[in-house]
């Protein structure tokens, strides 16, 4: 579809016949989010604790020198040693640039799969805690091989998804990221400074894979190409879902006008979000935090003040946490909700957010409510917000 006259892609998560994620990238700019590079060190900012970083003639980055831990150098350099200006080192874009300041690096690398990460920062063995004791208790023995190799150099985090993994499926992605692991770590060692040494895959593929496998019940593209790129991921790593992509041919209707995008990037471009109960909010982005006001606005219920503040604030913390993921908020979120005096009421209200948190695919982490009511929480920052993509058009 096209945005301000520029030919966009754009991928959404639809649930409910609502928006709830979306992401846009113009055709000809590939991402470069996760994509590994031996990169040089021209600059130690010490007074910062981070180290500047080349990547390519046109990309610098960014690396707090707490993410070098277990760095991997290209040059001979040995590890444990402090990061000096003209090392040349294994690299890791983590984070998009974001309002003008440079991508953040790691040297703490990630290899991701539907069911598995492979990272060489943390050497643990670790399982998600959104899984059952039962999950968890299988998945753990799956790895009991994994977790005796001495010396072993890097470590695994099986993912939510693993938990309907097939030992077959699950054991396969192992060894595609144990493989991808050592090309980049092992041999991108005697590569010269600047390669690249791993490309992440397409962003609509990325969104395929990193979807709750269970909430997924249809993929649908309107884009041959898409469609053929897709169907050979699936094959490979989830075979079962290929019965559920679908290539749309309907001309007369656009994909992007039946599932509403046009209307849902317009909603990414007001601060003013109306509920159904009348209330509304208000989202604004500064530079240190994201602020969220909720206000009763036109409602007109009957009750008691405090079970009409309680409806509305129920109803504005599913939407908020909508409103975050649809619009990719990130950093440090305060939540003014309307002010209500009963404690209970209070306690509902801070759990039944969390429970929407716990939906969103980015890590969220619902912080408390202080002496002003404000409810403080925090959203792990990757990608970089919506709308800063819509103004980069």
Known sequence: MYLREVLCTVCAVVKDQKVIELRLEPSGKKNILNNIYVGQVEKIATNIQAAFVRLNDSVNGYLPLNQCEHAIFADGHREGQPLR?????????????????LPALTANLNFSGKFLVLTT???KIGISNKLSKEESSKL??????????????????ARTNAADASKEEFFHELDMLKKQYEKVAVYGRNRTCFSLLYESEPFY????????????DEIVT??????????????????EKLAILNLYQDKLLPLYKLHSLESAIDEICHEKIWLKSGGFLVIQQT????????NSGKYTGKKKAEETYRKINLEAAAEIARQLRLRNLSGIILIDFINMQNTDHQDE???????????DPVKCTAVDITP?????????????PVIEDIHSL
Do not use: C
Not at 206 to 216: E, H, K, N, P
Not at 372 to 384: A, G, N
């Open 287 to 294: 530079e240190a935090f994201v602020s969220i006001d909720v």
């Open 140 to 157: 753990s023995k799956w790895l009991d091989e994994e977790r005796n190799i001495p010396d072993r150099g890097y470590g695994l985090i």
């Open 205 to 216: 593929l990325s969104a395929v894979r990193d979807i709750y496998g269970r909430d997924l």
């Open 349 to 359: 209200l801070f759990h039944v957010l969390q429970k929407h948190l716990r939906k």
């Open 85 to 101: 200006p003209g090392d040349q080192i294994l690299i890791q874009i983590n984070r998009d640039a974001m309002k003008g300041k």
């Open 121 to 123: 920062g943390n050497r």
């Open 222 to 239: 309107d884009i041959s190409e898409m469609h053929t790129k897709i169907s050979d991921y699936l094959n490979e790593f989830q075979p």
């Open 372 to 384: 002003l009511h404000i409810l403080e929480m925090t959203r792990q920052k990757v990608r970089r």
